[in-house]
């Protein structure tokens, strides 16, 4: 039974260390990085972007045949909308003027 182990011991060891890693996989192609089903800051820090492609790739595809009515709709009290309307406007402004 000792034996036993001793050999699966072995064989898990050899198997464990002939295995790529985990970059050279990445890097053949054959491992992908998981968009959905994984910690977001984790997929962002991985991928480099800073925000996730397929969300991009939705706004993109919305604002692209015209559909964004309502969308990007603010809710609340009307003059909490204006507020934040006109610090946007202030921050575009002074962004240009740079």
Request: overall charge positive; hydrophobic content about 40%.
């Amino acid at each position: 039974m000792e034996e036993a182990i001793l050999t699966f011991d072995r064989y898990f060891r050899s198997f464990i260390l002939s295995r790529p890693s985990r970059r050279r996989l990445k890097q053949s192609g054959i491992l992908k990085e998981r968009v959905f089903g994984c910690d977001l800051g984790e997929h962002l820090l991985n991928s480099g972007h800073d925000i996730p492609l397929v969300l991009k790739c939705c706004a993109e595809f919305i604002e692209a045949h015209g559909i964004v009515d309502g969308i990007y709709r603010l809710s609340g009290i009307t003059s909490n909308i204006h507020k934040l309307r006109f610090a946007n406007f202030i921050y575009i402004i002074y962004y240009i003027l740079q």
